[in-house]
């Protein structure tokens, strides 16, 4: 299972981005992804995540500010991320957690994003 993360960039505080991942590979179905960040000196931490039913949860530090969005048919998960802080800052990564074709559970992770906003 591969997972493939676009949108990363640098943005000015109070500025908008969106992350998008996609996964492709031997999968039989996703069971949720989600997406983490680490910033510099610090634990990889969750963001958002959403299951294959639409469930989400959020770190509360971006709760009213992020929204985790999913694509079943194209195992895509966006995350538009609004009014960006300075502490946003991070490397974003993307996870998915499902079962491969061989029906054997699988949790991967994609190569990471650097979304770095300016104050």
């Known amino acids: 299972v591969q997972l493939v993360e676009s949108g990363g960039g640098l943005v000015q505080a109070g500025g908008s981005l969106r992350l998008s991942c996609a996964a492709s590979?031997?999968?039989?179905?996703?069971?949720?992804m989600g997406w983490y960040r680490q910033a510099p000196g610090k634990q990889r931490e969750l963001v958002a995540i959403?299951?294959?039913?639409?469930?989400?949860n959020y770190a509360d530090s971006v709760k009213g500010r992020f929204t985790i969005s999913g694509d079943n048919a194209k195992n895509t998960v966006y995350l538009q991320m609004n009014s960006l802080k300075f502490e946003d800052t991070a490397v974003y990564y993307c996870?998915?957690?499902?079962?491969?074709?061989?029906?054997?559970?699988?949790?991967?992770w994609g190569q990471g994003t650097q979304v770095t906003v300016s104050s």
């Open positions: 996870n998915a957690k499902g079962i491969d074709w061989g029906l054997k559970p699988f949790d991967y």
């Open positions: 590979g031997s999968i039989f179905n996703i069971n949720g």
């Open positions: 959403i299951t294959s039913g639409g469930s989400t």
